[in-house]
């Protein structure tokens, strides 16, 4: 976790974000006496794609805020940007209403160009080092499990 001051909530919050990806990936070994493994995959699918399309409305405001209060928007490149923002959205939901494996298969690399972007981010100067190595680390937390699923549907 970073030293710097007011980060504790969000790494908190980050942290117990990607719980439900470990549940259901436990679940889905696992089951639990009343949950299908189907179910349970299921259930863990649509919370990706409501994380997926909660992390393109987060880089909308990041966006945003570089715009309007940095002097170095002109690196951020805000259109291309939003527009990732808004592809993650549609690909949360893509990830939902597609075959478990290929909607896992797109969560997975959502996340992880989400994260590339946040790193763009940091070297462009948009964005605190902070909030980037976060997102790199929840998305690292959130990759083992998805993958562990992704394996059992193969």
């Not at 980060?7 to 439900?20: E, K, R």
Request: hydrophobic share 55%.
């Amino acid at each position: 976790m970073d030293n710097k001051p007011g980060t504790t909530l969000p790494w908190a919050i980050g942290l117990v974000s990607v719980l439900p990806f470990w549940l259901g990936a436990y679940a889905v070994y696992r089951p639990f006496a009343d949950m299908s493994p189907v179910s349970v995959l299921s259930l863990t699918t649509v919370y990706g794609g409501i994380y997926l399309a909660m992390i393109g409305g987060s880089k909308w405001g990041l966006v945003s805020a570089a715009t309007l209060h940095s002097e170095k928007s002109s690196t951020v490149w805000p259109a291309g940007q939003m527009l990732l923002g808004f592809i993650a959205m549609l690909a949360g939901f893509c990830a939902v209403i597609m075959p478990a494996r290929i909607g896992l298969s797109i969560l997975l690399a959502g996340l992880m160009i989400m994260a590339l972007s946040e790193l763009f981010h940091v070297q462009s100067g948009a964005i605190n080092f902070w909030y980037a190595r976060l997102r790199v680390w929840l998305t690292v937390f959130s990759i083992a499990p998805l993958l562990a699923l992704l394996l059992k549907v193969l």
